[in-house]
């Protein structure tokens, strides 16, 4: 896995106080302590620890001026010894409550969703954003804008922009970034679908600039379809190839032959797209991209090698044998090592395709809008999926084992939505000690009320159905809902506002579903960051937990299931991340995963 620095953050925390937190890496030892430094520029920095911190990774500062600007470092202390001290954060006087990144937002343009790798392998994290203009649905005509994808640092420096060109529809369902390091260089690339006159940030075209595709409804039913690799750094295209899976074996089928395919001919279910990264063997990380839930389902997996895309396997529910996969697919899918082999299968809705993309099991319940997979009940060996049920049936709400898909208990739809449908959201945290593990909760289709993981309904009232946060200092998840962070009440059964970046000018993404730009353990210790865009496009916003905790866990970014999730936490209807182990109350302390990181490299300051 990549290398991670120490991500020291600071922020004001109260009048005289800084809140100081940085990371914990799988390498560090168990016993391992730290020093926190502060300093003005060029002045003699001062230690304020009286001795080594050993039980969090956190220091409340009280005796700062506000009217100052301080720089913090850390340094690990292990048998006495200090080790290498950590870069230094800039705390600048009269500090907001967030971290700002200006943004070269295109005219006409809203930042929309966001992911976050190390593009230049120094150990921090670069943003890697989708910005978004006109857009539509796959079930809309239309014309759009081209997707645009750009990458800053978190300073703010611009570092590059891609432009994918008229011939790739604008939607949520069509461009799914996937950035990793695909090759183990240390530095990551970024993945994505391209066409004629796809642009790279040096300014070279891809296939033909004087090719429109688009019919006169503004979809592309025709012309070629590649996928390209770019160098994070520098945005310039590495390998292209054609893409897999394509629409059809013709570069210009006919309508008929595209409803012979795909049930229409309009490319609704032809052009849901969706991908991931995962190690399929255990060690290299693999791109997966992915066409089809509806109906036909296509799953395509390819290495990086020597700058050279190369395919290892294609799953194709039309083959032979695949049938009971075929329309099991949701709005998106999670990465996790399920059956404990150390590879990593993809959860695909409601199937799974093992890691030598065989097909592992089907539910058979079918498509949905939400999907959760970690160790929700830390009772049962392995892990757990909560999923809901699109079609209005006796599945509604359904919780299965992860590895054979057993469906361990489900709830029927009670009373259809407008268009007959079951549950559109689902989510399952643990936000109730009194129960072990996580508590899961839908919304719609008249399944009400909150259930235990053995699938009681322990609370007729629920807290918001999207996402979750770790924010503040307990193991249970906090609500992420739009712009609020809320805690759940649960002997009230209602909720406590904790932060609410609208107060800051904040707005969600995504229009009801109420995204954020991202939410991810970006740095600091091992809670969560709310990445959210200004209402005037203009800005990102980071807002980071200022609240002290007594838990001591390593970086979340250093879970494989979790960092996998962060890839494709931008793909269609987002989802929160999960760990590959039970968070929450009750927990035990999280399993070292073997990883190797890739290289080490030399502090700036």
């Known amino acids: 896995m990549e290398y991670l620095d120490r991500g020291v953050v600071a922020s004001p925390a109260a009048p005289g106080k800084v809140f100081v937190s940085w990371r914990l890496l799988v390498t560090d030892d168990d016993k391992i302590g730290f020093n926190v430094y502060r300093f003005v520029a060029g002045g003699k920095a001062k230690k304020l620890n009286a001795k080594p911190i050993t039980d969090v990774t956190s220091w409340v500062d009280n005796k700062v001026d506000s009217n100052e600007t301080y720089h913090y470092t850390v340094t690990p202390v292990a048998k006495g010894k200090e080790g290498l001290q950590s870069n230094a954060f800039e705390l600048k006087a009269h500090a907001k409550a967030y971290l700002s990144i200006a943004l070269k937002t295109p005219a006409g343009y809203a930042p929309n969703d966001a992911s976050v790798a190390d593009l230049d392998g120094d150990g921090e994290y670069e943003i890697i954003l989708h910005q978004t203009g006109r857009g539509k649905d796959n079930s809309q005509a239309g014309f759009t804008d081209p997707p645009i994808i750009q990458a800053y640092k978190l300073d703010g420096t611009f570092l590059w922009q891609i432009n994918l060109g008229i011939n790739i529809r604008e939607g949520a369902h069509y461009t799914q970034m996937m950035v990793y390091d695909l090759d183990g260089d240390g530095k990551a690339e970024i993945a994505l679908k391209t066409a004629d006159g796809s642009m790279d940030a040096k300014g070279n075209i891809i296939g033909d600039s004087s090719k429109d595709w688009r019919n006169e409804r503004g979809y592309i039913l025709s012309g070629p379809e590649y996928l390209t690799v770019f160098n994070g750094l520098t945005g310039e295209a590495l390998n292209t190839t054609d893409y897999t899976p394509p629409r059809h074996a013709k570069l210009n089928p006919t309508t008929e032959e595209l409803k012979a395919a795909w049930g229409d ?189 053995k699938g009681n309904k322990i609370a007729e009232k629920t807290p918001a159905c999207n996402m979750g946060i770790f924010w503040d200092g307990d193991v249970l998840s906090e609500i992420l809902n739009g712009t609020n962070i809320s805690k759940w009440d649960y002997t009230n059964s209602s909720t406590i506002k904790l932060l609410d970046a609208k107060d800051y000018d904040c707005v969600s993404n995504n229009g009801t579903k109420a995204n954020p730009v991202l939410s991810a353990d970006i740095f600091g210790d091992w809670r969560e960051e709310l990445i959210c865009r200004t209402k005037d496009n203009q800005e990102l916003r980071i ?46 302390q999280p399993p070292k995963p073997a990883i190797v990181v890739h290289k080490e490299f030399k502090i700036k300051n």
């Open 543 to 588: 807002f980071s937990t200022t609240i002290p905790t007594d838990k001591k866990f390593y970086t979340l970014m250093q879970d494989p299931q979790y960092r996998l999730s962060i890839v494709w936490q931008n793909v269609a209807y987002n989802q929160p991340p999960h760990t590959s182990f039970f968070i929450g109350e009750g927990m035990k």
């Open 265 to 453: 001919g309009y490319g609704n279910r032809m052009d849901r797209f969706l991908a991931c990264v995962a190690y399929l063997d255990g060690v290299h990380p693999s791109l997966i991209m992915c066409r089809g839930y509806y109906t036909r389902t296509i799953l395509a997996a390819w290495d990086f090698k020597n700058n050279k895309l190369v395919k290892r396997w294609v799953f194709d529910t039309n083959d032979k044998g695949n049938e009971k996969f075929a329309g099991q697919g949701n709005h998106n899918l999670t990465v996790a090592d399920v059956d404990g082999d150390g590879r990593d299968e993809i959860v695909y809705g409601q199937m799974t395709i093992d890691d030598n993309g065989k097909g592992m099991y089907s539910t058979g319940i079918g498509h949905a809008d939400a999907l959760h997979v970690s160790d929700l009940d830390p009772s049962r060996p392995g892990l757990e999926v909560f999923s809901i049920q699109e079609r209005f049936d006796d599945a509604g709400a359904n919780f299965r084992d992860a590895k054979t898909g057993e469906v361990i208990w489900k709830k029927a739809s009670v009373k259809a939505g407008g268009d007959g449908e079951g549950p559109g959201r689902a989510l399952a945290l643990d936000v109730d000690p009194r129960y072990p593990g996580f508590e899961c909760w839908v919304a719609g289709a008249g399944i009400t009320g909150m259930f235990d993981n």
